[in-house]
T-cell receptor
């Protein structure tokens, strides 16, 4: 099965600064890479995703980049705000199994 | 609210008891997934349905776990003879036909005493 590694496990930034979270995966056939935000006591919320035929995607303050050759992808959050504080998970869609493999999560804290 | 719903939100049970959780997917989503999430970890895939057909169940954690989706709408996940190690958040997600995006419900937190 797919092996997804996510770094860092915790990240603290000052409000207004940028945050970057990185993930690597093992199966070169994987073709869909979503990012989820999970707040305490809630289910994961899809915030952005990217497919393997695209290198970068942006949605307002959030962007995702994908390097298929190196098998890694990253989440970029600019102009961070306190409400961005949450746990963020990367995931990889395994085509053969038709399900998502998740990273271990990054706890982001934005300090006002 | 037209999102994925799960019931109950919290369940406390004693070791050895059976528990059943329900998931109602987003309307017209034909795929439904069950995941388990333990503290400090990402969700772990358990099983999924396309309409009423259970297409993958080899990842269910043991034969004490079973899932159904009899009419292709809501689904239930049952755990028999619960153990303390079953304590976790059980998440349900759904997706549209032919789409990769999965939308999660709020989860059911199970505590086994």
């Amino acid at each position: 099965g797919e092996n997804v590694e996510q770094h860092p496990s915790t990240l603290s930034v000052q409000e207004g600064d940028s945050a970057v979270i990185k993930c690597t995966y093992s199966d070169s056939a994987s073709n869909y890479f979503p990012w989820y935000k999970q707040e305490l006591g809630k289910g994961p919320q899809l915030i952005i995703d990217i497919r393997s035929n695209v290198g970068e995607k942006k949605d307002q303050r959030i962007a995702v980049t994908l390097n298929k050759t190196a098998k890694h992808f990253s989440l970029h959050i600019t102009e961070t705000q306190p409400e961005d504080s949450a746990v963020y998970f990367c995931a990889v869609f395994e085509r053969g199994a038709n399900n998502l493999f998740f990273g271990t999560g990054t706890r982001l804290t934005v300090i006002p | 609210d037209t999102g994925v719903s799960q019931d109950p939100r919290h369940k406390i049970t004693k070791r050895g008891q059976n528990v059943t959780f329900r998931c109602d997917p987003i309307s017209e989503h034909n795929r439904l997934y069950w995941y388990r999430q333990t503290l400090g970890q990402g969700p772990e895939f358990l099983t999924y349905f396309q309409n009423e057909a259970q297409l993958e169940k080899s990842r269910l954690l043991s034969d004490r776990f079973s899932a159904e989706r009899p009419k292709g709408s809501f689904s239930t996940l049952e755990i028999q003879r619960t153990e303390q190690g079953d304590s976790a958040m059980y998440l349900c997600a759904s997706s549209q036909p032919g789409a990769n995006e999965q939308f999660f419900g709020p989860g059911t937190r199970l505590t086994v005493l």
